[in-house]
């Protein structure tokens, strides 16, 4: 599985449009998402053009 999170430079505290979320407290961050994923054993992308690679990589395996 392999993942791509958006929002990595949003400011702490910012309301994001997506159902409301709320970056606070270092919960709900971008950097928070893909420490919890990669923990998961998601491979994850730093940008979209990276996620295809790890996607390609992946299939390539199958």
Do not use: D, F
């Not at 929002?7 to 910012?14: F, I, R, S, Y």
């Not at 990669?38 to 940008?47: C, P, S, T």
């Amino acid at each position: 599985m392999s993942a791509y999170v958006a929002g990595v430079t949003a400011p702490e505290g910012k309301k994001m449009g997506h159902a409301g979320a709320i970056t606070s407290g270092g919960k709900g961050t971008a950097k928070g998402k893909m420490e919890a994923l990669r923990a998961a054993g998601v491979r994850v992308g730093l940008n979209p053009t990276e996620a295809g690679e790890l996607m390609a990589e992946i299939v390539a395996q199958l």
